[in-house]
């Protein structure tokens, strides 16, 4: 199993950011797959669930500005940044959650900043 997160960067507040994780190894389409972020010192912090149902969850502190969303055919995950703040700032992981085990890319940086 192999996720590759990209997209990251700078970004002032309010801006946009999307970013993709391309993945392979496992039957894509059959796992539900997510991204968390973690900033320095602190733990990992949850921000967006696509269930193999397509059913999406979302923690409040991101809900109406982050949109995940998948395609099947080129077997990448996408996570859509709108109206980012300060506190957005953090290393973004994708995750998926297979039968045998989770697996996480090795992150990309998203820095919020005037």
């Known amino acids: 199993v192999q996720l590759v997160e990209s997209g990251g960067g700078f970004v002032q507040p309010g801006g946009s950011l999307r970013l993709t994780c391309a993945a392979s190894g496992f039957a894509f389409s059959t796992f539900g797959m997510g991204w968390a972020r973690q900033v320095p010192g602190k733990g990992l912090e949850w921000v967006a669930e696509?269930?193999?149902?397509?059913?999406?969850v979302y923690p409040d502190s991101v809900k109406g500005r982050f949109t995940i969303s998948r395609d099947n055919v080129e077997k990448t995950l996408y996570l859509q940044m709108n109206n980012l703040k300060p506190e957005d700032t953090a290393v973004y992981y994708c995750?998926?959650?297979?039968?045998?085990?989770?697996?996480w890319g090795q992150g990309t940086q998203v820095t919020v900043s005037s």
């Open positions: 995750y998926v959650g297979t039968w045998s085990d989770d697996y």
């Open positions: 696509l269930y193999a149902n397509t059913d999406t």
